[in-house]
């Protein structure tokens, strides 16, 4: 494989991230006007809410047996523009039903796109044998950052759906077709050697390691557990900001416009620090420093400290996640694929009890208290922070050495 193949590769596909995180921050930015063009109540938004991670998931399992027919790479190249034409039509209906068969086919997609961008990532880190995993989520962060601006703008100046959505589909649409024509699958395992390391009861013939879900299940914890951290930012920080800290509501709006940049940010260094000292002990900083951050904010005195604490969560949690799909790949060297899309489902299932939990505590006990449950659960990553040194603490530590080759 030439260097110049993996440098498009590599940049074909933090487009892809890229679009990505646009995409959904389009999406999730704009859920009070998609409510208020369909008309769904605030008693039935939660279910048409819930039911595009239940359904992400479903699209990632999905994908784990279509990628053993075609490559990941190919599952991409048609799985994002079905993101992109999903989120076109949330944009065009009017109808119940309609956003419930767009929002039930951006679900589905974005579970097969987030699967088929992460094994296509692990692929690529395995061919350079340095991390690079986190560069790929840094470039789904500035997507997101991107997105929500753009979502700004149309909430503004008050334009519909669809003149806010159009433009940006038509833009990414076809640069994301282009920039498939460039991605790079990772050195395939000789087909029978592919076809039984996806069988849970068979053995990794690299590792000599069972491929079980009992050995996946530490890491489906930690995503689990991240996610339940990034949607309790997401979701929550506004309402505390200003009900429990007594912010404006301008003001209110700043920690997560913060918390995105710090992932973005901490996401962008993030691969020197894994090269410098290690996966093990990067994920177990993030995990203190997340959980640190909990703690602040679930004591602060005001508003300026509480958005301390959300600045201190963005670079703590922005490590965890994409090292986790990275610790699995080295786990299931011949099964990565598999083993990506079956952890990706917990991805979908941190998101979908976060929220609910932590309003739910916030509800019939406090907010305060409630921040205590996110920050005890990330802080248990570091029970399993040596399942991120699979085959040693630095990547291609351990057994056998992935050959490294000299690209930017």
Sequence with gaps: MTDARLRRGRASLALSFCAQGIAFALLVTRIPAIQDQYGISDGLLPAFLAGVPILAGVGSVTTEHLVKRVAPSVALRWVQPLVLLALLGVAAGDRMWQAAVSLAAFGLAVGGLDAC??????????????????????????????????????????????????????????????????????????????????????????????????????????????????????????????????????????????????????????DHGVRRFGAVAVVRAGAVLASAGFAVVAVAPGPWVGMLGFTMLGFGLCVIVPQTYAAAGRLFPHASDAAIARLNVFNYVGYLFGSPLVGGIGGAWSYRGAMLIPMVLVLLTLVYARSFGAEGARYGGGHERPRTVDVG
Excluded at 131 to 153: E, T
């Design 117 to 270: 961008m992460n094994m296509l990532g692990i692929s690529l880190q395995r061919a350079y044998g340095r991390s690079i995993i986190l560069g790929f989520h840094a470039a789904f962060s500035l997507g997101g950052i991107v997105g929500a601006s753009l979502a700004w703008v149309g909430a503004h100046w008050d334009l519909s759906l669809l003149v806010s959505y159009l433009p940006v589909v038509l833009v990414l649409l076809p640069l994301c077709l282009a920039g498939s024509r460039w991605y790079v699958d990772g050195e395939a395992a000789a087909p029978e050697a592919a076809s039984e390391s996806l069988e849970s009861s068979e053995s990794d013939s690299a590792g000599g390691k069972p491929v079980a879900f009992r050995l996946l299940l530490p890491l489906c914890l930690v995503m689990a557990f991240a996610y339940i951290g990034d949607s309790t930012v997401s979701n929550w920080s506004a309402k505390y900001l200003q009900d429990v800290l007594g912010s404006s509501e301008q003001l209110s709006t700043v920690p997560y416009n913060v918390y995105m940049v710090t992932t973005l940010l901490g996401r962008a260094a993030g």
